[in-house]
């Protein structure tokens, strides 16, 4: 991540399901009732940097400890919860991934901008190494055919390849415009028209 990536700044403002530990006045208007407070339990869209902190951070149940207990001890303590807790969105589900991997070129990626983006912020969260290794594998397969179709001498796309280029993600289709441009612009150099 980049500080300046304004591709990562807007994959952060993506939301993800969330449902609260505690019930927390004057936060309603997250849940589109101003003034009221958030209950425990209930389910809000939250973007993805405001869910990373709440979900991490933790609040204390019940009386201070000790001031002489470990601070490794204290976060440890089942008095410790988040203040929130991530649901799974349905792009993570297991019909989803199973989807996915059947046939990673049917799916549509379209509706979920910065896929790839949030595939990441989520697996570094949970730590998830096995959905890293399906979403590469699935990147990697749509890169190929990416590649392929980047390769048409025309821009004129029909059928199976027209439903897929319409279900790229925003970095698939900047994959696929910079590899048809090169791709056009090579062949205009070696035919010498450029």
Known sequence: MSYYDIDDILADSQRLPCKFNFSIPGLGYLNGRPGDP??????????????????????????????????????????KQAFIRLIEPEFFSKQFLNFIKSDPLRISLAPYAYYYKIV????????????VGLISKM??????????????????????????LNGLEISEKDLFKTSHISYKDMKNWMAGTK
């Open 120 to 131: 990441t912020k989520w697996s570094y969260l949970f730590n998830d190494t096995e959905l």
């Open 139 to 164: 990147f990697v397969t749509r890169a190929s055919e990416i590649s392929a179709l980047s390769y048409k001498s025309n821009d004129q796309f029909s059928g199976g390849n027209r439903e897929f």
């Open 38 to 79: 958030i209950k425990e339990n209930d389910k809000v869209e939250l973007p993805i940097w405001l869910a990373n902190i709440l979900a991490i951070c933790a609040a204390q149940n019940g009386e201070d400890n000790d001031a002489d207990n470990d601070e490794e001890e204290n976060e440890n303590s089942p008095d």
